[in-house]
């Protein structure tokens, strides 16, 4: 997917995402029909998901979901 000026993060509900141990780490997320899979990505100031979703997804609920156990 291409970005005009790069992909939108999220900021996490979840996590404290500013100096946080897993900034830039990334996660491939199965989507729900199983075909497909999206990459989660943390940043200082939130995720970033390549699926077409213009809010904060499924994907990266996902992930906050695995990291707050």
């Given at each position: ?30 989507s ?24 904060r ?13």
């Open positions: 997917m291409a970005y005009k000026t790069g992909p939108k993060s999220w900021p996490s509900t979840e996590i404290a995402t500013k100096c946080h141990f897993a900034i830039g780490m990334c996660w491939n997320i199965l729900s029909k199983g075909d497909k899979t999206y990459k989660v990505i943390m940043g200082s100031h939130g995720f970033t998901c390549d699926c077409v979703s213009f809010k997804c499924k994907h990266i609920k996902e992930v906050e979901a695995k990291l707050c156990g």
